[in-house]
């Protein structure tokens, strides 16, 4: 299945990322989407080329109340730098 929402997070602190990646994910939830793409990047253009998003990230989702299953696209939908969702089903209510 084919993403049908994204979101890229290129550029953000964690704290600002977080708060995009929630306000996503309720929006998505609430328009019935099931499968979702958050590109936060490899990190090669950080301090250090260490990227801090993808594992703030993936930890965000590890814990979000709408997120279920998460992977690691193919490389033409961002590989290592992105993360898609499939969102829990419509009747899931968020806390």
Same mark, same amino acid.
């Given at each position: 299945?084919?993403? $049908? ?7 953000l ?12 994910? %309720? =929006?998505?939830?609430?328009r ?17 080329g ?7 990230? %993936? ?14 696209? $193919? ?11 499939i969102?829990? =089903?419509?009747?899931? %209510? =968020? %806390?």
């Amino acid at each position: 299945m084919q993403p $049908q929402g994204r979101l890229d997070l290129h550029g953000l602190t964690v704290e600002e990322a977080t708060l995009r990646a929630d306000q996503f994910l %309720r =929006s998505a939830h609430a328009r019935g989407l099931s499968k979702v793409l958050i590109i936060h990047g490899k990190g090669n253009h950080s301090e250090g080329g260490k990227g801090v998003l993808k594992g703030s990230i %993936r930890d965000f989702l590890a814990s979000h109340p709408l997120a279920g299953e998460t992977g690691v696209p $193919q490389r033409e939908q961002g590989g290592e730098g992105a993360v898609w969702v499939i969102l829990r =089903s419509r009747g899931y %209510r =968020s %806390r």
